[in-house]
Structure formats: C-alpha cells, structure tokens
C-alpha cells in the first residue's frame, strides 16, 4: 500500500508541477528502501519487487510517456541490480559501513530510469530535464539514506 500511495505522490507532484520540473522517483527509492530491509536472499521472496517494478513502471510509461516500456526497463533492472548487490553482502555487514552503498543503491534508483529515454531517444533538451531531476532528487535519497540507517542501527538489521 505505501507503494501506491508513493507512486500517487510522484504522480500528483508531476501533474502540479506541469511537467515543467522533473520529480524525483518516489516510488522506486520506496521499493529499494523496502528491498534493502527484505531477509528474502532468494528469487520468490524479492518477486514482489520485481512485479511492482514492472507494475509501476509500466502505469507511469503510460500515464506519462506514451512509449510502454522506458521506465519499465530502468525499473526492473534496479530491481535486479539492488537485489545482486544486496544479496552479495553478508547481514553484519549490512549495518556497520554500508552508508555509501545505500546511498549509491538510492541513487541507481534514480539515475537509471531517466536515464533510459534520454539515452534511446536522445535530444538536448533531455539531459537538462536530468540533470534537474537528479539536483531535486538528491534530498530524497539523503532523507531516505537517514531513514534507513536509523532504522538500521536500531534493529540492528
């Protein structure tokens, strides 16, 4: 439910913002945020992650792109990315250090599915509206970041 009502937010944000400003991901730093809490190291215990992937990305492509397909890649794959990577590390590792991981898995969540539809379409005008958005995304992922080690450090993840 906290990913709908995330992806509500980006969505109602966008239509505020009159598609003049780039709004970062919401709902994706909220799946990561829930994949780095996730104690499933196999495929059918992050399939939740995927399929929400898809599904958001998939409503967010037709609501807002027009071209199925673009941000529906970039999230999937971040998926994917996330749940490798986290998987790699040993749970007392997950704690102690792991601040610039967290950070760059938070960022991949932001960086790669815009960057998708710059990169296959092109234009000058598509790396300023990246560029932005990846200015307006910066808090979030801090804010997410703190988040996440608080909760970390007191469960002791």
Known sequence: MTLVILWLIQDL????????????G???????????F????????NLW???????GGILWDIRWIGIPGF???GYVVVVLIVIQ????????GRVSGSSLLVFILLECSQLIPPMLPVLILGGNTGWGYFLMQQVYSLPAILLTMYI??????????
Request: without cysteine; proline residues 5%; aromatic residues 14%.
């Open 49 to 55: 992650a995927i399929w929400s992937a898809f599904a």
């Open 71 to 73: 941000f529906t890649l």
């Open 13 to 24: 944000l966008t239509v505020f913002t009159g598609g003049g400003m780039q709004i970062p």
């Open 26 to 36: 919401l709902f994706m730093l909220g799946v990561v945020y829930r994949l780095l």
């Open 85 to 92: 990577v986290w998987g790699i590390i040993p749970p007392q």
């Open 148 to 157: 996440y080690l608080q909760k970390a450090r007191d469960n002791q993840v």
């Open 38 to 45: 996730s104690d499933n190291n196999n495929d059918d215990g």
